[in-house]
DNA sequence: CGTTCCATTGACCGAAATCAAGTCCTGTGG
DNA sequence: CCACAGGACTTGATTTCGGTCAATGGAACG
């Protein structure tokens, strides 16, 4: 009873890139199988070497990596329509870790099929490539906001991102999305320290531009929140969805 | 008078995937000439719409962001073997600009061949996709870096990175590689303020562990630097060469 | 009801930022 | 040939942002 790629409830997002009832039909064959983990669940791990590779159709996770000193950096969080495992996929091994957070439903593709993927299908590898291009992105972006934003303005920022990209797949309502991590997630991603991230938060709060609280995140001021951050609210490009 | 791919003197180093005659004819026609640049030209212009994109051929520079407040990011150091602009050859437009250091050569490659490549040469857009995922790798270890590692860490880690990547393309020579930057690169690119990475670079000086002068890095002790940066020295993987 | 996990808050401390000179070097023009 | 101006690098003094420590409260759970 899984869900078939052409009632994906992603795909008509606009922050996707539409796709053909053909190339739809491909992605389907491509697909082997739906994986659904429960909270806690590591679906990837670090230096491990998975047979497969996966998109996100529900739920949420955290990527990170653990240093030598134990202590742990979220590079982002994962939510629905994210590609995951490339890097295994590709490099051979996971240079990180993947966890749910809240039960996930993910698309199971067999790593081995890539190869035959870039043979037969190049607009799909050419989608892949896409997909790794806007990662690299997100990432480049995070680096800014560790090395350049102040520890309000990275609370801002990463409150500003998450809130956008899950508009973007459909999760608001009314100003508000569901938000299931810990604080201690949020800190970990930004650097920061659970004590900190508390106050940071608690300021927001108090100055009525945000309220995370209870798995929920309301944006009460989206704009004024956008400025604190650093970020200039343009439209989000669209990107493949596989 | 450019270099034939069947000469190039990176090829044969020991990081990149070896490729077959008939493989290096193909990216030899894939690439359309050399540009030759000197120090503090911009390479690649963020939001700005690339027609080219290249891989480094000799030479170094630095791929950068600004903020909104004017701060400077260093995303990464550019070396030979780098490929960059890719995000624009598929995006459509670049999310930082790259900058020469030091005079640089680069191998020249039209953007609108990159889905010729996807559709006649599926093996050279794999290695495309995995360049994208060793990016995106290099990325996430950076974030780590800035995100859990204090001021004297990250420095060290950044030190250990750049002398074990010009080792990788030949650069070394007696324990030195050429590294032309100024402090305040190396600050941006790391989240320190000027004074501080260079009151730290002293320290490692003074600890006889490296020292990075007039243009000139040398490691003295690459063990107890690596354990300082909290890295594990293992053999570099190997990645393809475009 | 303990126990455990997470959020919250206050007190204190320290690493790194900022501020402020001062030293070299190199290139340039008188 | 020398004066000087601009860059990069150094170094010390001071400030501050954010980390660490410590304690408490509340909710979920067995």
Redesign the interface.
Known sequence: MTTDCQDCPLRNRDIFNPMSKEELTFTQGFKTGELVVDPGTTILLEGSNSPQVYTVLKGMGTRY?T???G???V?NFIFPGDFIG??A???GEM??SVEATTSMTLCVFRRSEI?RL??QY??R??D???I??????F??????S????DASQRIAWALVRIYLRLRAVGLEEGHTVPLAYRQQDLA????LSLVHTNKRLKALRDAGLADWQNGLLSITDLDTLAERA???LEKP?RRPLI
Not at 139 to 144: F, K, S, V
Not at 146 to 149: I, K, P, S
Request: no cysteine; glycine share 8%; hydrophobic share 45%.
């Open positions: 990596t240093l030598e000193n202590r742990r950096q590079i490339l890097q996929g590709l490099m240079k990180h190869f870039f043979e190049p607009a590898a050419y892949l490539t896409w790794a291009a806007v990662e690299e992105h990432l480049g972006e995070t680096i800014a560790l090395g350049q934003r970990d991603a930004l650097g650093l970020i200039d490009e």
